[in-house]
């Protein structure tokens, strides 16, 4: 038999709950109709819900259709418990969303409608209450159509010429086919609501079971049956409890099959399963196995969370809706909180968004909400299930903070016998990206291990800020560097280091406080236009006029949520109940009035000892304390972000005449080259060894004298390629001819290296010729280099540059982004290609006037290399004769 999971969304009062009666009653699922207002609907099993007349957690239920089985799945529809509705998104194979045509598209049917779209859901619509004859069907279609999209259409119809027109103006290929044979196929129609393409609509009256059977059909005929894989895979939902307290995980079944006393892992924990429940309103069957599509509760499973995936599923998504409003719990007195503190953890289980967190210096229990309403049924659902009456404090604004600049972050553990060092980039994310990572490490600084273990230090944590101690978010970290100890690190001091990492970085960073938006929708009548306006420039949000009808005005815009909280209070007393006013969660933008915010929390980031913002360094034995703003001048691992050397006579220190030392230079060069080339293949060994540091008389670390720097001789070493395809002129003469390119390449180089002095390298990637080997050759005063196949130019220059590691001031000119993160670990200097084009023109430009101009092409450009070689010689023996 067919499977389908269905969930049914919409808004507060648009007649959901009467819609799935009504769906239950047509499939014979129940023989008598229930009623909110009689609190006898079949999906309303929990005192609250039967006591407010709202849907308040998700339920499922199982019916036939003809040969497919439907698990409806109930969400409820008041904002303050979104976040439930949304983790159901995620199992479910299409979604009904119910409009109310007296109330129209609301703001939260909009956030739906965003979420459903987020989790690419096919979306059919039940456009609810046509009984009360507001308007017609034609009417409101238009009004989708601008609302959610063009792809809204009346399916109620029926398959007729107008309809097949309006449906292939959705889709290009639909189109073409209708154009070609006067129709559409059902496979067709089905493949654009899956691709969201097409969204079929249905009108009707959920109280009268008007339509409501049309619509039962339209959803067995137009929604396609997903294929599962025959490999085991499932989704975890929820988590709940029945009513002898035993805990219920839900998941859908997304591959093969689930027995009873099968062992499931996320590759954390691993439990077994003892009783697998088909759920049903309230009542369940027992199963001993479920095929793959199918929705079931299990026991057994102590451990699993929402969200959660098991077997072949991978990754989930990041919930959108969160808790704006963080309270405090007060307990009863004489009540000790570390007592109350565990069952509360059960409720966080069961609706992870709430966080109950216990704050060590204050004392005290705080919980993030959602809203006024969810805060009743919170003190209802702990006062029935452990006895206890609980308060709830006025709340604070959940703040986050970011930043606006990049910045390297250091942190640095070394206590006796301990060592890890982390260097961290962080740079600005987009809103509402929150927190990423990444790795742009060579694992020839650190090993895979430890990059892997640094990565689940950074997510294993939340992060605060330096402002105000609130969450980071919209941030990528990436760890660019680091360093362990072969014999005194262990997993412990990365944890350190990372967290440390992170603070300094921050504490380096200009940071931004965030706060939470709300998108809101306000209807008000003409009359009170003007104060609804002033009202919302006072709170400091921001507006447009929406629609202008009979009825009043539409206003649509943003606005913080600390001055827009309780205003619906105030639309309603001015408005003496006509206004309305719909605010929904947009995300967070930076505060409108961060310095007062700052000021009143009074966070300091130097004094938080959960969150040290320095670092601990070792020196003779013994460890001491670096504060976040000198830990560069200590770090053991040099940083991304050091000062790129200028190639010019400064630069590179007392050179001396070329003349002078030309032989010796090509001599040891040479012997370099000749060496990596029989080589290649042999590994080289590298020691750890710690920086040398002794204290000064005012307790101040400093380098050594042997550390002192030294004047090296200078290498460029040069990406051929990428500098050729990054130079504008190289670039458009690669299409050409690319001999003629490179040789345009190396006369710069070479007329360069004449006036600066340096030696200079250029490597040119041969690794996709069969059977190449290494080839070094001299072009006038600039060495050449050809790969080995299977060796790429970016390789040959990292282990140039580690094998010479400390002998010469090397200086690499690449734009790979990539190439530059490693060179920067072995000490090198950068240049990218922009810059190495404006220092050769630099440095030519003493001696332009003096000198024809190069910028055409010759016929010298288009002779490859060994050619030009072979006239070279012919000129030297021509001269060696006279």
Known sequence: ???????????????????????????????????????????????????????????????????????????????????????????????????????????????????????????????????????????????????????????????????YEQLAMCDETMLDAYLVMQHLELWQIKRAIVERKVFPCYFGSALKVDGVNEFVRGIVKYASIPLYRDEFGARIFKISRDEQGNRLTHMKVTGGRLRVKEVLTNGVWEEKVNQIRIYSGQKFELANAIEAGAVCAVTGLTQARPGEVLGIEVGSQTPVLEPVLSYQVTLPEGLDPREVLPKLRQLEEEEPELHIVWDEQLQEIRAQIMGEVQ???????????????????????????????????????????????????????????????????????????????????????????????????????????????????????????????????????KSVLLEPYYRFQLEVPDNFVGKAMTDIEKMHGFFEISTINPEGTVLVGSAPVVTMRNYHRDVVAYTRGRGRLFCQLQGYKPCHNSQEVIAAIGYDSERDVENPTGSVFCVNGSGFFVRWNQIKDYMHVEGHFRKEVDLAPRAFGNQGSLSTKKLDNDHRIDHYLLERAVNANKGKKSGWKKRSVVKDTDNKAVKDASEQPESKEAYLLVDGYNIIHAWPALKDLVDKDMDAARNKLLDRLRSYQGIRQCQIIVVFDAYLVQGHREEVLNYHNIHVVFTKEAQTADQYIERFAYDTKGKYAITVATSDGLQQTIIRGAGCALLSARQLLEEIEDAHGSIQQARPSTDGNYLGDTLTLEVRQQIDKLHKKKEDER
């Open 1 to 163: 038999m067919d499977k389908l999971v269905i969930g049914i969304l919409a808004p507060v009062d648009a007649g959901k709950t009467t819609l799935s009666e009504s769906l239950l009653y047509i499939c014979g699922k129940i023989q008598k109709l229930g009623r909110v207002d009689n609190q006898d609907a079949y999906l309303d099993i929990h005192n609250l819900e039967k006591e407010r007349g709202i849907t308040i957690f998700s339920k499922q239920a199982v019916f036939v259709v003809g040969d497919t089985q439907i698990t409806l799945l109930d969400t409820p529809g008041h904002v303050d418990f979104s976040a439930d509705m949304e983790r159901t998104l995620q199992v479910l194979d299409c979604a009904i969303l119910v409009i109310s045509v007296a109330d129209g598209v609301q703001g939260h049917t909009k956030t739906l409608w965003h979420l459903l779209a987020l989790y690419n859901i096919p979306v059919f619509i039940f456009v609810n209450k046509m009984d009360q004859d507001v308007t017609d069907q034609d009417t409101f279609i238009q009004e989708l159509k601008k609302q959610l999209g063009d792809g809204c259409n009346d399916f109620g119809q029926g398959e007729t010429e107008c309809f």
């Open 375 to 509: 805060i009743e049924i919170l003190q209802s659902l702990i006062r029935s299930r452990f006895n206890v009456d609980v308060q709830f404090n006025a709340g604070r604004i959940l703040y986050k903070e970011t930043t606006e600049n990049v910045v390297e972050g250091v942190g640095h553990f070394e206590p006796l016998g301990h060592y890890a060092e982390v260097h961290l980039l962080l740079e600005p994310g987009k809103p509402g990206s929150g927190l990423t990572f990444a790795v742009d490490c060579s694992e020839d600084l650190l090993g895979r291990s430890w990059q892997k273990l640094i990565l689940s230090h950074l997510k294993e944590k939340t992060h605060k800020g330096v402002l105000t101690g609130s969450e980071i978010t919209d941030l990528k970290i990436t760890l660019i560097s680091g360093r362990a100890h072969n014999k005194h690190t262990a997993g412990g001091d990365f944890r350190e280091a990372t967290y440390r990492a992170v603070r300094q970085g921050l504490k380096e960073a």
